[in-house]
């Protein structure tokens, strides 16, 4: 073997080395690069999971759409304020206010408003997340007309009731429990419930925590999942669902005291024994298609129907459709 060619040698085995020593050196920057990316993401959904279960004093709202990356990007990482949204409004009907307490001593605000005539039973209405129940006097305004009790509830923390933190749906079935002792206490069994967005899904807990027996339910619009409520978030900022819908709900399991991955709208309507009425709007953006189906397809028996309004958003169906909304309703209450 001449010189040139254990120059070759020594040079591709010095290449090699150098090769094998960059390889480990890559793989150690790949590491610590994903372990960072790994805290960020708990840190950015840790504040948001604080965030979005908080309420806070009136803040100015934007449109997402009005937002550049940049300030989507940030929106995301430190998530959004909450604002506590009052009551603008009260029944044109004759009402009463009425209060409970909660175990833990929060007061929880309520209209009743009592049927002129012989009433043929009580329906109690449950607003979504960041509302109030002044948001259901029409839903109310109608059934009263056709002979129903009505009862609209404000749950914690938002309206005239106490309180700053939301559970999103778990914990708020006690409000839901309380309403329903206290219309019982009247005499009253032809009781129906209807929620809407998230009060539907405290509707659909509460009858499978509580064992309830209502009449019927309505639920409008409810999400499927508090996975799949977190992933719409991020989708209508422009941003993958994941991982941040993943690490959010591990959040705010730990935050508010319950695992979040179990908090599934498609699990408690299971445990429905009655009529159900489920209402959805086709162009909405916040409750997909897909969950909708899963969530109606769960719904045990044959005494249920799923209603598509298919110019309407994640809003009031009445407003949006009152033809169409007053026939369902009139049909579904027996009329």
């Known amino acids: 073997m001449n010189v040139y060619q254990r120059l070759g040698i020594n040079y591709h085995m010095n290449e090699t080395h150098q090769h094998k020593r960059r390889l480990p050196s890559l793989l150690r920057w790949i590491l610590w690069a994903l372990i960072v990316q790994f805290i960020l993401f708990n840190i950015s959904s840790a504040i948001y999971a604080h965030r979005l279960t908080h309420f806070y004093k009136q803040v100015e709202t934007e449109n997402p759409a009005d937002r550049n990356i940049f300030e989507k990007t940030w929106k995301l990482f430190t998530g959004p304020r909450q604002s506590r949204s009052a009551s603008d409004a009260e029944p044109v009907f004759s009402f009463e206010n009425i209060q409970f307490k909660t175990a833990k001593g929060l007061s929880i605000a309520g209209w009743y408003g009592p049927a002129d005539t012989l009433a ?4 109690i209405f449950l607003h979504g997340i960041t509302g109030n129940k002044s948001f259901l006097i029409d839903e109310a305004h109608e059934c009263r007309s056709w002979g129903y009790n009505v009862l609209l509830l404000d749950l914690r923390g938002h309206g005239a009731s106490e309180g700053s933190l939301t559970s999103i749906g778990v914990r708020e079935t006690e409000e839901l429990k309380l309403a329903w002792d206290y ?6 069994k032809n009781i129906y419930l209807y929620g809407v967005s998230m009060g539907a899904v405290v509707v659909a807990r509460a009858v499978a925590d509580w064992k309830l027996e209502p009449a019927g339910v309505v639920l409008d619009m409810p ?3 508090l996975q799949s409520y977190l992933a719409n978030k991020a989708r209508t900022l422009g941003f993958p669902s994941q991982p941040f819908a993943f690490f959010t709900t591990f959040w705010i399991g730990i935050q508010r005291g319950y695992n979040g ?6 699990r408690y309507v299971k445990k429905l024994d009655c009529p159900v ?3 959805w709007g086709a162009r909405d953006g916040f409750v997909l298609r897909d969950e909708t189906e899963r969530i109606y397809e769960a719904i045990p028996g044959g005494n249920k129907k799923l209603v598509i309004y298919n110019e309407a958003r994640h809003e009031s169906f009445l407003n949006k459709d009152p033809v169409k909304w007053r026939i369902e309703m009139e049909g579904f209450l027996g009329r």
């Open 277 to 279: 009425l489920m209402q």
């Open 183 to 188: 219309i019982q206490a009247k005499g009253e």
């Open 223 to 225: 999400f499927a999942s």
């Open 261 to 266: 991955y179990r908090h599934q709208t498609t």
């Open 120 to 123: 043929r039973g009580t329906v």
